[in-house]
């Protein structure tokens, strides 16, 4: 079909189709007790870890002749939005009680995250979001929204710190002088990929500059009960939900909302189900009610994620075993890496993940070579760009030798031959290659095999880097 049959949204949309097909691909020949050739995927974000358990929960439950009606209507049924609030409630520690009318239910946190920025943002407006960053933002603000993602660059500094807001003031004000309004941050609360948590004066300091520009506050907590306790992450800094912060003298309520779902904390990524909690600001939720029929959730989700929620004795079994087998799932990942020599950033206690680095070990002379039989050589300025996004880095790039990144696509052919896969810093606009972030919450005899298989391809680098065959 030729482009010029489709229109301008949907040609800017055909590269990231193209792209997609990387994980599609991964998805469909996933490895598995009847597909032992498959390949293991400790790339994406998945929790694995508790599927039986749920499994069994849910067969348990009647499938009743409503399910089959268009329920309470597009923005979620009263029976799930009221267990919601108990569970925000109970376990948040909120300073206002969440109420059922605060809550808008999607199918899936993509699609509130799509729902909140045509809320906030006009078309070719600007939001940030620090770097490293889940690779899908960037498309849930721009796909429909027509919005613009600005990765805030970190350039040395903590990126979990307080004075990366520095960098966030810094973005914007270079953005808006190029004629950019910036309209909202949207805080990854756990961190996605450093599976670590904001410190409640990190979290304020956010609140106080979103206050100074009267942009929106989003934090993205869908992995607030994914929490994990371990030897060496004992003094982590732990989880503190924006509910829990007093905004008064920080930052307009009115400006805050938080993002959940069902895919991660209740490790359903199937069960498409995500909500927007706005506490105070009701004609944000009455205008996003007017396109909700666009997201519209489903009625066995819904009724499987109430009935979760409402069974507290199990929904805490739960989570007490869940934490358990996360830290269990770590350990045996950074065992694998330090017996490999490749540091991640320690202090992560949260998420299914770590971000790892591989610089050490992958090192910039492996003998990649070009198809003419030459070898490149020198630096020059690489756009940032995310495996599965259309679109790069808006006005951002990071300088890289033109062999690093060479080296990644190299050692990311090696591990689709090895059937392993990790996922690249690229697609999460890392400002260095040789990041990778690695999935650890996977059933414990596939964490054994994709580990195996990965170890192959680190000593086959090694045979590489010395010259070896």
Sequence with gaps: MSEQTLSKRAQQSLPAGASFEKLIQILTYSYGENNPEGIVSLGVAENGLMHKELASYF????????????????????????????????????VQKVLPEQLLVAGGVTSVIDLVTVGVADEGDGILIG???????????????????????????DPMGEEMVEQYEKELQRQE????????????????????????????????????????????????MSIYKTPSNASAVPFTS????HTTGLIDANLVHILYGMSKDFSSNGLRSGVLLSQSNPQLLSSLKSIALFSWPCSVTEYYWTTLLNDRPFL?????????????????LTG??????????????????????????????????NDDGGKREGEEQVEARAVMSEKPAQGQVYKTSRKAKERDEWFFGKMMEAKVFIATGDAFFAEEHGWYRVTFSVPEDILKVGLERLGKVLEEVKRERSGGR
Aim: aromatic share 16%; net charge positive; with cysteine.
């Design 59 to 94: 067969n348990k439950l009647e499938f009743n002749s409503n399910l089959l009606t268009y329920g309470d209507g597009p923005f979620g049924s009263r029976a799930l939005r009221s267990a919601l609030s108990s569970f925000f409630n109970d376990y948040y520690n909120p």
């Design 316 to 332: 805490n079994y739960y989570f007490t075993e869940n934490s358990s087998r996360l830290a269990a799932s770590y350990a045996r």
């Design 242 to 245: 924006a509910l829990a912060i």
């Design 177 to 224: 002088k190029l004629g950019t309004k910036i309209r909202a941050v949207i805080l990854s609360s756990p961190h996605n990929p450093l599976g670590k948590c904001y410190s409640l004066d990190v979290l304020k300091a956010y609140m106080r500059f979103c206050q100074k520009y009267h942009i929106h506050l989003i934090s993205d907590e869908v992995y607030a």
């Design 131 to 157: 770097r490293p960053l889940y690779t899908s933002f960037a498309k849930d603000v721009s796909s429909r929204a027509g919005a613009k993602m600005f990765p805030v660059s970190a350039e040395g500094k």
């Design 336 to 369: 694998f890496l330090t017996s490999h020599g490749i540091k991640w950033v320690e202090g992560s206690n949260a998420g299914f993940f770590v971000w790892a680095d591989f610089r050490g070990v992958l090192g910039e002379d492996i003998n990649v070579v």
